[in-house]
């Protein structure tokens, strides 16, 4: 399908990039008309041979970008005797979804080839996978946990990768697969072509691409940050127990199709699917928590249009790609501004106007300046005057504190220990369906592990950043709020 809400390169067609006859057909068939910046760079960088560093996220057509020059590679350099279980080329994601979509566009782009290829991810009976890895494979997708034990069960041969793609770097490092890229790293064979991909460029990710890549080719697309101004955003200022009536008022009344919402903690997202399906708004949440099937399945239903709210913790999001969303809603905001930037990514995706709507609390204040400073612009409070809160709210338990500490990400941060909030999803899972989602590092699943081994260091006596945001939280709460919605009934406007 068509994505004209990415930049496509002016210059470079498709036909300049010479990629075999099948591959053509098939980007063809995808309805591309020209290739994105991303791919006209790195097309060319991958065919010649080389290594590749690039600086592209989820939306920028990056995954094709890697996809048909790899397929383009394999077909031209057939090999004799290719064995069952021994990949030629591996494709590291972060998240089962990544893998799951990244195996998808190599389906769709090698569909005219005879290439295999295969997803292999946690939270899913192995056995399937096992019996799939004793036929033809020429291309694996993989998250790193269960590829290693894929590897410790034998089943799986790594000594015939020619071309490894690390994608999403950043968020793998974020969630600590660090120790694993390397023991995979280990297991491969010296001679090589390594692609990288990374949204953001930490000293970590330099220190990873510095051992990994031999002169490699550079690319680097426009982030998302700068490409906001597509997307309509909005905020409506509501104390944090009224967010699900409005919230449900808002999907009724402007009869939403398809809204993708964004919770900060699983149990959130359980709660708030509940309380909109108990409104007669069919809603399903997915994190690391629920099992692979049911992940899957909500996904499927979201995308088809069967299901239309998808209540989503940042993990699980992440690298999601649905066309043509017309509605990312926050349920309340990311303390980490740049979060924000990827959830609302998920919408103005495909040329059609996507809008990005925030529900916030006063206390969420300080988080709202931080994303303004990121972007760079004010985002416009909205009241809504359709809406009338119900009059007899049910008592709720009162919230678990958020963290205070640590919420600002910088892109020069060490990736793997700049998250020191608890871990925002993946708690109370069972190790095994938690292994593929969460950090790996104990330390980074569980920080109050961490702070009660290891001796309190003396505190700064200078103001963090976010206790400045608090204060300014609290000058706003003693300022007069916007409109948060009419004291009037509610009058029923056309759709
Ligand atoms: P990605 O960044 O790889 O997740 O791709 C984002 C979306 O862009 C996917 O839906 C692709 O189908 C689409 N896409 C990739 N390349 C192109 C292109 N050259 N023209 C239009 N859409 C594209």
Not at 146 to 164: A, C, F, N, P, Y
Not at 297 to 305: M, N, S, V
Request: one cysteine or more.
């Amino acid at each position: 399908m068509s994505n004209t809400a990415i930049p496509l390169s002016t210059e470079i067609s498709f036909a300049d990039l010479k990629l075999a006859q099948p591959l053509m057909r098939a980007v063809a068939d995808a309805g591309y008309e020209r290739p994105t910046p991303v791919q006209a760079q790195a097309i060319p960088l991958v065919l010649a041979g080389g290594d590749l560093l690039a600086g592209a996220q989820t939306g920028t057509g990056k995954t094709a970008g890697f996809t048909l020059p790899i397929l383009h590679l394999l077909t031209a350099k057939p090999v004799a005797n290719q064995r069952p279980g021994r990949p030629r080329c591996l494709i590291l994601v972060p998240t089962r979804e990544l893998a799951a979509q990244v195996e998808e566009s190599v389906q769709t782009y090698g569909k005219y080839l005879s290439l295999k290829s295969m997803v292999m991810f946690g939270g899913v009976n192995i056995n399937p996978q096992i019996k799939a890895l004793r036929g033809q494979m020429d291309i694996l997708v993989a998250t790193p946990g269960r590829l290693l034990d894929h590897v410790g069960q034998k089943t799986l041969d790594l000594s015939g990768v020619e071309i490894l793609v690390l994608d999403e770097a950043d968020r793998m490092l974020d969630m600590g697969f660090i120790r694993d890229i390397k023991k995979i790293l280990a297991l491969l064979p010296k001679q090589r072509q390594n692609l990288l991909f990374s949204a953001t460029f930490s000293d970590e990710i330099k220190t990873l691409a510095d051992g990994l890549l031999h002169n490699p080719g550079y690319v680097e697309v426009a982030r998302r940050n700068s490409t906001v101004e597509l997307i309509e955003q909005s905020v409506h200022m509501v104390p944090q127990k009224l967010k699900s009536y409005l919230l449900a008022h808002l999907i009724k009344h402007h009869d939403w199709k398809q809204v993708l919402v964004f919770t900060r903690t699983k149990h959130g997202a359980n709660r708030l699917a509940e309380k909109l399906n108990a409104d007669g708004i069919p809603a399903a949440a997915i994190h690391g928590n629920k099992s692979q099937p049911a992940r899957t399945k909500a996904l499927a239903q979201f995308k088809d249009g069967s299901l239309p709210v998808l209540v989503a913790t940042d993990i699980a999001a992440r690298g999601l790609d649905i066309d043509q969303l017309p509605h990312v809603v926050n349920f309340e905001l990311p303390n980490i501004p740049e979060d924000y930037v990827h959830r609302i990514g998920r919408t103005g995706r495909a040329g059609s106007s996507g809008a990005a709507i925030s529900l916030v609390d006063s206390e969420e204040l300080p988080f709202l300046k931080s994303i303004e400073r990121l972007i760079k612009r004010e985002i416009p409070k909205v009241a809504v005057d359709s809406f009338v809160p119900p009059a007899n709210l049910p008592a709720e338990a009162p919230r678990p504190p958020r963290s205070q500490h640590g919420q600002r990400r910088h892109s020069n941060t060490t990736a793997g220990g700049n998250r020191n909030q608890p871990p925002r999803d993946g708690q109370g899972q069972n190790p095994r369906q938690k292994r593929d989602q969460q950090p790996r590092n104990p330390q980074q699943r569980d920080p109050q592990a961490r702070s009660s081994q290891q001796p309190a260091k003396p505190r700064e006596p200078q103001k963090s950043d976010d206790q400045k945001h608090l204060s300014e939280a609290a000058r706003h709460q003693s300022m007069p709020q916007p409109a948060l919605f009419s004291p009037r009934p509610a009058v029923r406007r056309g759709r």
